[in-house]
């Protein structure tokens, strides 16, 4: 089993900047791919943006190109996303996400292991 610990969210002003991480545990080597999904109240988990094992490959969604990067410290077991130019529509819960397959995949179902989630939310 892997364990993912999301931290780093909270309430920031359009414009504003946050950066999550997530740390694994357990059989991390079914950690290669990590991705970063939300959710706001009343709507589906979406894709926010995941990276391959090596750092080598990224994957965003169109709304967050440009403003997020995620990147990985596997020395540390830890992936992280850099938010940048927080937008209100950014609100929701951050989930980080693990797959065993080396495909740097966008749909939730694709990923086996989920951590419990973070809050964002950015105030106008």
């Known amino acids: 089993q892997v364990q993912l610990v999301e931290s780093g969210g909270g309430l920031v002003q359009a414009g504003g900047s946050l950066r999550l991480s997530c740390a694994a545990s357990?059989?991390?080597?079914?950690?290669?791919?990590m991705g970063w999904f939300r959710q706001a109240p009343g709507k589906e988990r979406e894709f926010v943006a995941a990276?391959?094992?090596?750092?080598?490959?990224?994957n965003y969604a169109d709304s967050v190109k440009g403003r997020f990067a995620i990147s990985r410290d596997n020395a540390k077991n830890t992936v992280y996303l850099q938010m940048n130019g927080l937008k209100t529509e950014d609100t929701a819960v951050y989930y980080c996400?693990?797959?065993?397959?080396?495909?740097?995949?966008?749909?939730?179902?694709?990923?086996?292991?989920w951590g419990q989630g973070t809050q964002v939310t950015v105030s106008s």
């Open positions: 996400a693990a797959r065993s397959s080396t495909m740097v995949n966008p749909s939730p179902s694709d990923y086996a292991y």
């Open positions: 357990g059989r991390t080597r079914n950690t290669y791919t």
């Open positions: 990276i391959s094992w090596s750092g080598g490959v990224t």
